[in-house]
């Protein structure tokens, strides 16, 4: 965590990815590797959108201080499903960090279950599918994306495999991962890049031209 938060942060603020007020923030404060898996049925529709978040140690170690409410330096059964259940509240405001549309258009998803948690090597992970809302067939081009809009968690996915179809229709359409060039991006927008743009929230325009995404060309 940075100095200039409070020393120590309630125990919703340290989960700073969720709450975070950060369109002001310019740069990642906590970091995780990441993987989506677009799971497919037979007859050729996106049925789930699996997530899974290995968050770096330093944040990990943020969450045990202040979950840990037995401090036995361990999280719990219990504690490990309070953190599930904040998470859940907190992240339906961004969509859980995934966005999803088909040709263009916004595709709604929800999440059936509370994310789940847990802790292992000192790493806190958090595991949830979202599916959705309406029949989703492999038709057209299919693009996820999963970010922070606030920029405050930097989600990263280290292989191109992190990025994967699986299921029943995996080899109905082309699979892409798109890793945008930052100098490119900014290079492009410029114009748009004022101080102002960073003060608001649209700021979730930027990390949405930067986020790693899954392109799907599908017939």
Same mark, same amino acid.
């Given at each position: 965590m940075t100095p200039y938060l409070m020393p120590r942060l309630p125990a919703l603020a340290a989960l700073a990815v969720l709450l975070a007020p950060a369109?002001? +923030?310019?740069h990642p404060h906590v970091f995780a590797d990441a993987r989506l898996e677009i799971e497919t049925s037979a007859d050729g529709h996106i049925t789930e959108l699996r997530n899974v978040w290995r968050?770096?140690?330093?944040?990990?170690?943020?969450?045990?201080?202040?979950?840990?409410?037995?401090?036995?330096?361990?999280? %719990? @059964?219990?504690? +490990?499903?309070?953190?599930?259940?904040?998470?859940?509240?907190?992240?339906?405001?961004?969509?859980?960090? *995934?966005?999803?549309?088909?040709?263009?258009?916004?595709?709604k998803t929800s999440l059936p279950e509370t994310i789940k948690v847990d802790y292992q090597d000192g790493q806190l992970l958090m595991f949830f599918a979202l599916v959705p809302e309406m029949s989703m067939p492999l038709?057209?081009?299919?693009?996820?994306?999963?970010?922070?809009? *606030?920029?405050?968690?930097a989600?990263?996915?280290?292989?191109?495999? %992190?990025? @994967?179809?699986?299921g029943g229709a995996v080899g109905q359409c082309t699979r892409t991962v798109v890793r945008p060039d930052p100098d490119e991006i900014i290079a492009q927008n410029q @114009?748009?890049?004022?101080? @102002?743009?960073?003060? *608001?929230?649209?700021?979730?325009? +930027?990390?949405?031209?930067?986020?790693t995404r899954l392109e799907l060309e599908c017939k």
């Open positions: 369109p002001a +923030l310019a968050f770096d140690e330093v944040f990990s170690s943020s969450v045990i201080m202040d979950f840990d409410m037995n401090s036995d330096l361990q999280l %719990d @059964a219990e504690e +490990l499903a309070s953190i599930g259940d904040m998470v859940t509240q907190s992240l339906a405001e961004f969509d859980y960090y *995934t966005t999803v549309t088909v040709n263009g258009k916004d595709i038709r057209g081009k299919i693009t996820v994306g999963v970010f922070d809009p *606030t920029m405050y968690a989600l990263d996915f280290i292989n191109d495999e %992190d990025m @994967a179809v699986t @114009a748009s890049l004022t101080e @102002a743009f960073f003060e *608001t929230t649209e700021s979730g325009d +930027l990390s949405k031209l930067l986020a």
